[in-house]
């Protein structure tokens, strides 16, 4: 992978085709722009406090409490998907999401393929920069894959069931009255 990525990746942010004005750079040595960058996560350590550079976390990163504390006010963070096969990223969108609370931008870069964007906006990712051979318009198509899922998600933390018990306590109740 080149060390630089360009923006012509296909960008989807919170379901919507979006410009992509951040620079994703994967290597520590690489030139970095004047503009928004998202780095290797021991170079964002080192500009701490700057707004204009956002972490970017390898799929083998361990998420700690002390991590997610410091990435609490990062502008965003991407999680890279080296291969389209490694859930990892799945679980640390979760855990920044469900377990520590962040609420800002999460993105998933990296080998990041139309079957997986209904998934990863399930597990809270809303910024989504899909391998450079991949259809945005399929993408679109793909985020309304189903109309409902079954499993508690960051998205829909309700599980199926219960909706449509409670649907039923309702309908009973009505009935009755």
């Known amino acids: 992978m080149p060390d630089q990525a360009t ?8 379901g919507r085709p979006a410009e992509d004005r951040w620079t994703l750079i994967r290597e520590p040595e690489a030139a970095l ?9 021991a170079l964002w350590r080192e500009q701490a406090g700057n707004q204009q550079r956002a972490p970017l976390l390898g799929s ?23 291969k389209f096969t490694d859930g990892r990223g799945y679980s640390m969108a979760r855990l920044l999401r469900e377990r520590f609370g ?37 993408a679109l198509q ?3 894959a189903f109309s409902r899922a079954y499993q508690p998600a960051v998205d829909e933390p309700e599980p199926l069931f219960r909706h449509r018990l409670r649907e039923a306590v309702r309908e009973a109740e009505a009935s009755m009255a």
């Open 33 to 41: 722009p004047d503009g928004p960058a998202i780095v290797p996560l």
């Open 60 to 82: 083998d990163t361990e998420l700690t409490p002390e991590l997610a504390a410091e990435l609490a006010d990062a502008p965003l963070i991407a999680i890279d998907f080296p």
């Open 142 to 144: 793909a985020l309304n």
């Open 102 to 138: 962040y609420a800002g931008e999460i993105r998933a870069v990296g080998d990041v393929l139309v079957d997986q964007v209904f998934f990863l906006t399930r597990c809270g990712f809303d910024a989504l920069s899909l391998r450079e051979d991949q259809w945005l318009e399929d």
């Open 7 to 14: 923006n012509a990746r296909p960008f989807i942010f919170q």
